[in-house]
């Protein structure tokens, strides 16, 4: 099945949305299982960006790499990428994990890509 997106915060500056397959959002059931110190400071990063529309800080929002980026709270990672043709800002978060080494794993950037890539062929 086809994802779809769903928007989760609308800012003045940027809207950030999740990827949906079958009915889930593995970010949505990511961020449930975050503790709340994890959770406020995730959910005050997606806030300010959406407001912002830009986070300076490496240590909390990053480009990987190809186009893909990640919102860093804690230990928790979230990756997105920007959503093109919108007339504003629009970022779709594509899965979550809890890092547990220095870079970041393979799957999970190759699941990011494969999402970003179904999303645009879908759109496209």
Do not use: W
């Amino acid at each position: 099945m086809n994802p779809v997106i769903e928007r989760i915060i609308t800012g003045t500056e940027a809207d950030i949305f999740v990827c949906v397959v079958n009915g889930r959002s593995q970010v949505k059931e990511y961020i449930e299982l975050l503790d709340k110190k994890t959770l406020n400071r995730l959910v005050a990063l997606l806030k300010r960006f959406s407001e912002t529309g830009k986070i300076h800080n490496v240590e909390q929002f990053r480009h990987e790499k190809d186009g893909i980026f990640a919102f860093k709270a804690n230990q928790a990672r979230t990756l997105c990428f920007f959503f093109p043709d919108q007339s504003k800002k629009s970022i779709i978060l594509t899965n979550a994990y809890t890092k547990k080494t220095k870079k970041m794993p393979l799957k999970e950037f190759d699941k990011a890509v494969a999402i970003r890539s179904q999303i645009l062929n879908t759109k496209g």
